[in-house]
């Protein structure tokens, strides 16, 4: 599976921003998906993940209420609606393909390239 992020962007605290996420291959909506971010200076870190079906989501408390999670099964993308961002959300996002639905990145097999999220105060 390969996997292709895309929509960052410089925005403003409070804008908004979707990112992307297409994957090759006709196994997607076999995989659990997940959108991972890591800061300056920080680990990375879950922000959201849905399972293969679209019909379980988990998000970081830090996101919560501000994100959404989707997936398109039929176009093969997932996607991230980030609402009411703040200078906090800024990182590079990664998103994940894995078997498990898990928050955490070990359990992902493949990584998209990243797309960075600046948000300015």
């Known amino acids: 599976v390969q996997l292709q992020a895309s929509g960052g962007g410089l925005v403003q605290a409070g804008d908004s921003l979707r990112l992307s996420c297409a994957a090759s291959?006709?196994?997607?909506?076999?995989?659990?998906m997940g959108w991972f971010r890591q800061g300056p200076g920080k680990e990375r870190e879950s922000a959201a993940v849905?399972?293969?079906?679209?019909?379980?989501?988990y998000y970081a408390d830090s996101v919560k209420g501000r994100f959404t999670i989707s997936r398109d099964n039929a176009k093969n993308t997932v996607y991230l609606q980030m609402n009411s961002l703040k200078p906090g959300d800024t990182a590079i996002y990664y998103c994940?393909?894995?078997?498990?639905?898990?928050?955490?990145?070990?359990?992902?097999?493949?990584w998209g390239q990243g797309t960075q999220v600046t948000v300015s105060s």
């Open positions: 291959g006709r196994t997607f909506s076999s995989y659990a």
């Open positions: 849905i399972a293969s079906s679209g019909g379980v989501t």
């Open positions: 994940a393909a894995g078997r498990v639905y898990s928050s955490q990145a070990r359990h992902y097999l493949y």
